[in-house]
């Protein structure tokens, strides 16, 4: 039996070929070990709640429905409420806030029309579950959060789930974020008592901001800027959100 000599080249790329596979391997097995507890119920909660409680209720845009099916909201919902991640109601995250029911995560969303190479500004990062889905539809997110706690928070969760197109800022969003302005879209997740004017101003020709407004009855307003000073509302739906604390309390 004859026995062929191999070259050290060849040897090197066989080394280097076992080292990749077995490197991928790995990765592989990571992933699947970062997914298990979402393989394990969550993944199919989460189909069963975009059908149910978001397709149920007439959301229609199938970029909205695959985020909304992407985006493992039990990651954003503290322990205690974890098993009821997905259920059709919001939870508390803590400091008296809390993470929107999903189905108005989904129509909010919907409402702006995003079609992937907007600039979106978000005003009420709270636990950063909204700020995942905007940043699965948009280019690039802004986002404030006036409590500092949740901000931080938010910031690590959203780091470490890979998310690159978010800028976090701790403060009052009453003032909008001007530097990055004009913004195509613009999501409040509080309620002011009345729509703060600089989020107005910061809305680019043609974008589209919506918002809950109110004191003890609020509604979810559309507002679509068609020209420099005209502005056009579209009442949605009545909802119950965190009033909007800081600049938005003192002009009240």
Known sequence: MRFRKYSGYEILRACLLGFLVATWATCENSRSDLLTADDHGFARARQRMVRQQIEGRGVRGERVLEAMRSVPRHRFVPEAYRSEAYHDGPLPIGYEQTISQPYIVALMTELLGLQGHEKVLEIGTGCGYQTAVLAELAAH???????????????????????????????????????????????????????????????????????????????????????????????????????????????H
């Open 141 to 251: 997110i802004y986002s404030i959060e006036i409590v500092p706690e949740l901000c931080a928070r938010a910031r690590a969760d959203l780091s470490q789930m890979g998310y690159s197109n978010i800028d976090i800022r701790c403060g009052d969003g009453f003032s909008g974020w001007a530097e990055a302005a004009p913004f195509d879209a613009i999501l409040v997740a509080a309620a002011p008592s009345e729509v703060p004017p600089p989020l107005l101003e910061q809305l680019r020709v043609g974008g589209v901001l919506v918002i809950p407004v109110g004191d003890h009855q609020q509604e979810l307003v559309r507002i679509r800027r068609v020209s420099d000073s005209d502005f056009r509302h579209e009442r949605i739906l009545p909802v119950r959100f965190v009033p909007m604390t800081g600049e938005a309390e003192r002009t």
